[in-house]
């Protein structure tokens, strides 16, 4: 399982949107599974990827990043309509993901995590012995 949703994390950015006066950082997501892989893709146009923080404790992924506005310091605002600040994100990885290989690239604006699916949680042949294969004992 890639992730679990937390109703009071949805529930608080719901009341954010509503009652704040400027517009909310967004941080939007896919995740798909691709074979034995988890393929995880966040949309942060116009930040910096020295920015980006990721990292994992005790199966939850915390994604942060920043956006400042590329208008110098002083000058006049005209229009002001991206949004800049803080994003955050947090996934609950399974415990079938391996946390220890997590690839994470940033490309034309999509930050990419590639979670693999850990070796033990992958399905396996079992091999059944029976007749032939046993030994006879002689008694």
């Known amino acids: ?3 679990r949703t937390d109703p009071f994390r949805e529930f608080d950015r719901l009341a954010q949107q509503v009652f704040s006066s400027s517009r909310p950082a967004g941080m939007p997501m ?3 599974r691709s074979g034995d892989e988890f393929v ?25 990043a920043e956006r400042r506005s590329p208008a ?5 605002m005209i229009a002001a309509e991206r949004s800049t600040g803080s994003y955050s994100r947090q996934l609950f990885l399974g ?16 930050l990419t995590l590639r979670i693999p699916v850990a070796e033990r949680a992958k399905p396996r042949k079992i091999h059944i012995s029976g007749g032939n294969d046993r ?3 002689d008694g």
């Open 1 to 3: 399982m890639l992730m």
């Open 30 to 32: 896919d995740a798909y």
């Open 40 to 64: 995880v893709h966040f949309d942060l146009p116009g930040v910096d990827p020295e920015s980006i923080d990721l990292d994992v404790e005790r199966h939850v992924l915390n994604v942060r």
């Open 72 to 76: 110098p310091e002083g000058v006049e």
């Open 95 to 110: 415990d079938t993901l391996d946390t220890e290989r997590i690839d994470a690239s940033y490309e034309a604006g999509v």
């Open 135 to 137: 030994k006879q004992i």
